[in-house]
């Protein structure tokens, strides 16, 4: 690809001079990335549009280290849960069933700048942080060319 400012062939990236595409290894890429990533974005927008919960953090950088995304929900006895999501595709991946502190740190911060114009519900969560109302959800996806299937809702 040529850059149209400088005039300078790339490949797909500017940023070396060389593709990183071009390094990688295209099935892998494509699970790890690509898959991975839709994962995480598919999971996040059915919890807060189709399960109606209050999105406090949503997905980021695919791979990186952390909770994949934090949402928060009533529970049935009337008491506001945090809910740290971990989205995967690997079918092999061994559920956490105690929090990490990074997971902990990271959603306290989230909550800290929640701003969703009801100052009762905000409170309501801050309350369920306060209180370690924390459950971890794993959710197992799996990929298709036809779309994707969640296990663990």
Do not use: C, Y
Request: glycine fraction near 10%; charged fraction near 25%.
């Amino acid at each position: 690809m040529k850059d149209p400012f400088m005039g300078v062939a790339h490949g797909v990236t500017g940023r070396a001079g060389v593709s990183e595409a071009s390094k990688a290894n295209p099935g892998r890429a494509m699970r790890t990335a690509i898959d991975a990533s839709s994962t995480e974005f598919e999971t996040f927008k059915e919890a807060v549009f189709v399960r109606g919960e209050i999105g406090i953090q949503s997905s980021g950088h695919v791979n990186a280290p952390g909770v994949d995304f934090v949402t928060a929900a009533r529970r049935t006895d009337g008491q506001m849960e945090i809910i740290l999501n971990d989205a995967t595709i690997n079918g092999n991946k061994k559920m956490k069933t105690v929090p990490p502190p990074k997971w902990i740190d990271e959603a306290e911060v989230a909550i800290n700048r929640l701003n969703i114009g009801d100052t009762v519900l905000e409170e309501e969560i801050k309350d369920a942080l306060k209180a370690k109302r924390f459950r971890i959800r794993t959710l197992r996806v799996t990929t298709s060319p036809t779309g994707i299937t969640v296990v663990g809702w």
